[in-house]
């Protein structure tokens, strides 16, 4: 490749960068160099421009990949260094996250275990309790931060529990 010929492709490349058209320089350049040496250089810099594109876009792709991986683990971190149950809710009520706690608890309370996605609202709400619940996480999905206490007849004995919801916004 011939450093001239090599100069104007790389101008034209970088009037596309800026919005202009090449197709001016192209047809000088064609007028000098021939339309074969043109078309093999532009053949050539597509694929160098590609190949540079490809290897930007994963690296970027590796540093966001290593950023959610540190993210991931200081969020499993704030929710396992508690000996509270600790769990997170969307907008439609699906669990997102919780730590061991709460799905151990969860477990006794509900003989289910905690899953990612499942339903937090309960579909009987003949029971008080039920009715509760559903009511506080409603109000917790509209921005109230609050606090309840609740008891539990866990067979052997009576539990209570101060529940807090404290919604991310």
Same mark, same amino acid.
């Given at each position: 490749?011939?450093?001239? +010929? $090599?100069?104007?492709?790389?101008?034209?490349?970088?009037?596309?960068?800026?919005?202009?058209?090449? *197709?001016?320089? #192209?047809?000088? !350049?064609? +007028?000098?160099?021939?339309?074969?040496?043109?078309?093999?250089?532009? !053949? #050539?810099?597509? /694929?160098?421009?590609?190949?540079?594109?490809?290897?930007?876009?994963?690296?970027?792709?590796?540093?966001?990949? /290593?950023?959610?991986?540190?993210n991931q683990?200081?969020?499993?971190?704030?929710?396992?260094?508690?000996?509270?149950? !600790?769990?997170?809710?969307?907008?439609?009520? *699906?669990?997102?996250?919780?730590? =061991?706690?709460?799905?151990?608890?969860?477990?006794? %309370?509900?003989c289910a =275990? /905690?899953?990612? +996605?499942?339903?937090? %609202? #309960?579909?009987?709400?003949?029971?008080?309790?039920?009715? =509760?619940?559903?009511?506080?996480? *409603?109000? /917790?999905?509209? +921005?109230?931060?609050?606090?309840?206490?609740?008891?539990?007849? %866990?067979?052997?004995?009576?539990?209570?529990?101060?529940?807090?919801? $404290?919604?991310? %916004?």
């Amino acid at each position: 490749i011939k450093p001239v +010929g $090599m100069s104007a492709i790389l101008l034209s490349i970088i009037l596309v960068n800026f919005e202009l058209s090449p *197709k001016l320089i #192209f047809s000088e !350049i064609a +007028g000098i160099y021939g339309t074969q040496q043109v078309f093999t250089y532009n !053949i #050539f810099i597509s /694929a160098l421009s590609s190949i540079i594109a490809l290897n930007l876009f994963s690296k970027i792709r590796k540093e966001a990949e /290593a950023e959610l991986e540190i993210n991931q683990a200081n969020h499993l971190a704030l929710l396992e260094n508690s000996n509270d149950a !600790i769990w997170s809710v969307d907008t439609h009520y *699906k669990i997102v996250s919780f730590n =061991k706690r709460f799905d151990q608890l969860y477990q006794e %309370l509900w003989c289910a =275990k /905690a899953t990612q +996605g499942t339903s937090i %609202l #309960f579909q009987e709400e003949k029971n008080n309790t039920f009715k =509760k619940w559903n009511a506080a996480y *409603k109000r /917790a999905i509209e +921005g109230e931060k609050f606090s309840f206490e609740i008891e539990y007849d %866990l067979g052997e004995s009576i539990v209570f529990f101060e529940i807090s919801f $404290m919604p991310i %916004l």
